[in-house]
């Protein structure tokens, strides 16, 4: 039975610059549960970044929540660990469609990760579809010449080196967009857990207008909702405003505040 694949996160920034529509909101998912990535799933959020470099995800995670996601009417990009071809090959054959490469600082690196997501001779992407979960294991029609067409690449900047290099980054064909990492930049800056300092604000703002220059879609990570907005205004066309693991950490300690006693005896605050 011939299968298609859906539309990329590409083809929804796409979408949403050709009509003007409003920014695109998502979160992390990071727990490495199937069930709360389906919780998130469904929340109306319009993308979701399954993650594997800071979070307990493997192959066999990041494939169950991918299944556990799919058919919601949200967006999954998933990020590898490290732009790795072989690890690139792998995510792609099970079926991610939306990357989020980390720590891109050049546009040879940047070159190095689209060139990872292409069957040769346009790129370097080893052949395995009739194993693999992308291509439906052959059930896709004529996935081997269309598969570029069903990935997206983002790349993030994270660090000093990446904003000296942005626009040589947004020059490198097959980039679709990229992401701002404003806690690893700060840390680049010398300025480690202080990602709402002005330099730093300055600096992920420069790398937006140099996306708008470019005509490609810049994203950018910002929990404080204050910051969200500012870099909303400034020009951000997609953003990650919240953590799955973050909720249930701040709202567990929100229970603990409101129905266990201070040691001093105090009643807990109001809930």
């Not at 029609?141 to 904003?163: H, K, M, N």
């Amino acid at each position: 039975m011939p299968l298609r694949i859906e539309d990329t996160f590409r083809d929804a920034l796409r979408r949403q610059r050709d009509h003007a529509g409003r920014p695109l909101a998502g979160m992390w998912v990071c727990s490495g549960s199937p069930l709360v990535a389906e919780l998130c799933a469904g929340s109306g959020l319009d993308w979701l970044l399954v993650d594997a470099e800071h979070s307990p995800n493997g192959l066999e995670s990041v494939l169950a929540q991918l299944q556990a996601i799919h058919g919601y009417p949200v967006h999954t990009v998933v990020r590898p660990p490290v732009n790795d071809v072989v690890v690139i090959k792998q995510y792609l054959d099970l079926g991610v469609q939306n990357l989020l490469i980390p720590m891109v600082n050049s546009s040879a690196e940047a070159e190095a990760a689209v060139a990872a997501t292409r069957y040769p001779p346009q790129g370097v992407r080893g052949v395995g579809s009739a194993l693999a979960r992308a291509a439906r294991w052959n059930r896709v029609p004529d996935y081997l010449a269309r598969a570029g067409e069903t990935i997206s690449v983002t790349v993030q900047v994270e660090s000093t080196a990446a904003v000296d290099h942005v626009e040589d980054i947004l020059a490198v064909d097959g980039v679709d967009a990229i992401f701002l990492g404003p806690s690893d930049l700060a840390a680049s800056m010398g300025l480690l857990g202080q990602q709402e300092h002005p330099e730093v604000r300055a600096a992920v703002e420069h790398c937006l207008a140099a996306a708008k220059a470019a005509g490609k879609p810049a994203g950018v990570n910002a929990f404080n909702p204050d910051t969200a907005r500012h870099y909303l205004e400034s020009g951000a066309d997609f953003i990650l405003v919240g953590a799955d693991v973050a909720l249930l950490a701040r709202g567990s300690e929100a229970l603990a505040a409101a129905f266990i006693q201070t040691s001093d005896g105090e009643p807990p605050a109001s809930y």
